[in-house]
């Protein structure tokens, strides 16, 4: 398949092996609507120890050809030079303690202008508290920590998610170019259009299919693929909350 949707992939970072803090984000894109401001975003631990988790967000700034770059969030200053806030994405709480089999929150929330659609990555890192970490435990509870982990073979990975964040005046303008050869999807409008459950199987044989995917098309791009003999393409179009299934046959 040719496309020119830029493709984000999950940001994964491991140390060793086996027990202790085993964290789930859940799915690895989120979006915030044109109408909200702020967005929960839940966390499940699933390991045998408490997870440490530190919450890091970098906006994700697309060039013309393609490529991307990961910054740091700006901040607003006044006349003075004082920081009065964050010009962008920033989570709350940026540290978060989540007990072995259980859940906890951060509320991810949005500051600053929504003339345009903006990207940010977010990522939950689990780590060994440190006291300049400003996690909230004794010193004695970080050493019986950390003794507990030394005590096995331990994991601490941590999962990169990708956070679309819509203009406040969203609009969306699918155009929809087909022929006999090629379907072509362009994003005509201001706000990232998905395409969910992506398949490209055989006409004949149901279950004849290439791996299922995920697209993304950014406002002023386009996705579009070949119209192969014998084959079906569906997919689930998402502009937003209005959700479209699209079937799309050969003529062979």
Do not use: W
């Amino acid at each position: 398949m040719k496309h020119a949707v830029l493709c984000i992939g999950l940001f994964l970072y491991s140390l060793t092996a086996q027990a202790g803090p085993a964290i789930n984000v859940g799915v690895v894109y989120d979006y915030l609507e044109g109408d909200r401001s702020s967005y929960l975003k839940r966390v499940f631990n699933g390991g045998t120890s408490t997870a440490f988790i530190k919450v890091n967000v970098l906006e994700i700034l697309y060039n013309e050809d393609g490529t991307s770059r990961e910054v740091p969030v700006a901040s607003l200053t006044d006349n003075k030079g004082a920081t009065t806030s964050r010009d962008g994405l920033m989570a709350s709480p940026a540290r978060m303690i989540v007990p072995a089999n259980g859940r906890q929150g951060t509320r991810l929330l949005y500051m600053g202008q929504r003339d345009k659609e903006r990207y940010f990555r977010v990522r939950f890192i689990p780590v060994v508290p440190e006291k300049e970490d400003d996690f909230a435990v004794t010193d004695q509870e970080r050493a019986d920590y950390k003794q507990g982990l030394a005590a096995g073979v331990n994991v601490l990975a941590g999962y990169g998610t990708v956070f679309f964040v819509r203009p406040k005046d969203t609009r969306f303008d699918t155009q929809i170019i087909e022929s006999a050869e090629q379907y072509r999807l362009r994003n005509a409008g201001n706000s990232v259009v998905v395409l969910d459950e992506f398949r490209n199987c055989a006409k004949a044989k149901s279950t004849d299919c290439e791996p299922t995917t995920k697209h993304h098309i950014l406002p002023g791009r386009e996705l579009k693929f070949e119209i192969k003999a014998d084959r079906q393409y569906s997919f689930q179009m998402i502009e937003g909350r209005d959700k479209k299934l699209m079937t799309v046959n050969s003529n062979g």
